[in-house]
């Protein structure tokens, strides 16, 4: 067993029963090739929740300050999470990120770019554009739906891929893209609210 299947099993077997999570969808989820699963942000444990519930290993952009703290660096690196300086553009998280959508992985986004402090769904950045337009990777729209409290069920849903060979086709920017990948995690929140 690898150590992302082992810290999964462990840390599913603590907030699975914890917040009684719940995944919808699954089935939308493709079993192979290059993911781009646009999740919205409504809690700092979003990345574990969906990471966890997903049937396939997540790779994701940290911080990278997190890199920097003794032995949870070195954690979170080994869960496939690689660092991003925040706040202006990163071309080697860029091309990292595009690195693992090539190689035919699941890359997890926030397009929010940032917590939702109110939990609606804020407006979506052109991060998740860009990696949806440069690369020939599925898009999976996904909600997390709480509130994250004890006992209390929160649901991870997964939308169906969204079409993109149109938006490709047309040279549709980046921020278009963000805006259809948006709309499609809003439907899912109204839907399973």
Not at 57 to 79: Q, S, T
Not at 107 to 130: C, D, I, V, Y
């Amino acid at each position: 067993m690898t150590f992302y299947g082992f810290a999964k099993s462990v840390v599913y077997g603590i907030f699975k029963p914890w917040y009684r999570v719940e995944a919808i969808g699954v089935e939308n989820f493709p079993k192979d090739g290059g993911v781009l699963l646009c999740s919205n942000h409504i809690n700092n444990f979003d990345p574990i929740i969906v990471g966890i519930m997903a049937p396939r290993p997540v790779h994701y952009m940290a911080k990278e300050e997190i890199f920097r703290i003794p032995v949870l660096g070195g954690i979170v690196r080994k869960c496939n999470a690689f660092p991003v300086k925040r706040g202006f553009g990163d071309r080697e998280a860029l091309r990292s990120g595009l690195k693992v959508l090539k190689d035919g992985h699941v890359f997890g986004l926030f397009p929010e770019g940032t917590r939702s402090k109110t939990g609606e769904l804020g407006k979506g950045l052109s991060g998740a554009g860009f990696f949806a337009l440069r690369t020939e990777a599925l898009v999976v729209p996904c909600a997390v739906i709480g509130p994250y409290k004890a006992l209390h069920k929160l649901r991870v849903v997964y939308g169906k891929p969204i079409a993109m060979e149109e938006m490709r086709s047309t040279k549709a920017s980046a921020e278009q893209v963000t805006e259809l990948i948006m709309s499609e995690i809003a439907k899912l929140i109204k839907e399973y609210q």
